[in-house]
């Protein structure tokens, strides 16, 4: 899709440029929200940051479908405002970040949750520090994670989900590998993804630990694949 490429002026600094990003993917001013990510690319901003800020653009569109300011058409646009930003900052991820590769980590959305936009920056990190993804998408059943699992023998199993009816799919799961006859699989590190986690979700799954961003979802494969 086509922007208008309206002027930033030159008057702002980062923080205002910082605050009006999250204002504008918040209040889904599509165009205006892409300039600006344009704007911050060319003054060789740190991506990840222009990322942490649609972020939280995101959550406080969550916020507003919450309290019904937005309805469903709103979380589209939303998605489709962060897929466009996604696709100008993925090669700045690549250029900026990548080297061998190790892994591999078996990645994908749980069953009955198709929420994919933090999963797919999640893959991209991973990518960008040398780690090879498997990406099993999204609605991926237990039985699906085991299979590929064998089939892989992943370092470590990352499972996304946003959904709070999510939580027993992410417990289904890790019941299942840990539960598999392979001794090989049955102990592999499962970590989970998603803003809505917590201590309790992580102890109700029996994960080996959660992170409600990318970074720190890097940091944590790193540190259970001593990579
Ligand atoms: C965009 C969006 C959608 C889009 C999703 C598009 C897509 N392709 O993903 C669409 C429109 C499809 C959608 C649908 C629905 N949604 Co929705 N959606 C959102 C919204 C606004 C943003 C989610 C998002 O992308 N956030 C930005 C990303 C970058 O954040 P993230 O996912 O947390 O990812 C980061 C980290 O968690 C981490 N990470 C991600 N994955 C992983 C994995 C691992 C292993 C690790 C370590 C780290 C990691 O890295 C990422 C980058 O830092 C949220 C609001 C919110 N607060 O989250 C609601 C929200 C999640 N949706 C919600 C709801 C209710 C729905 C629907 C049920 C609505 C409906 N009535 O149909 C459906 C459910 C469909 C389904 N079966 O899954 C609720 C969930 C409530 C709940 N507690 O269950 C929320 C919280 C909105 C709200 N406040 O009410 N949604």
Known sequence: MGTANIPIPDHLDSNDLRRALIRCVAELQEQE???????RL??????LFIVEDCQE???Q??????????YLSGLIMAGEIFREAMEMLSPRFEMKYSSGKAGPVLLGTVAGDIHDIGKNIFALMLT???????????????QRFLDQALESHPRVIGLA??????????RDTIQLIRSC????ISPTPVILGGNQLSDQVCAYTGANGWAVDAMTGVRMVQRLTGS
């Open 128 to 142: 960008a520090y040398g780690f090879e993804v498997i990406d099993l998408g999204v609605d991926v059943p237990p």
């Open 57 to 59: 653009g995101l959550r």
């Open 181 to 184: 006859p392979d001794a090989r």
């Open 33 to 39: 929200a892409l300039d600006l990510v344009r704007a």
């Open 42 to 47: 060319e003054q060789n901003e740190d991506p």
């Open 161 to 170: 989900g946003l959904l709070t009816s999510s939580y027993d799919s992410m």
């Open 61 to 70: 569109v969550g916020e507003r479908y919450e309290r019904r300011e937005y």
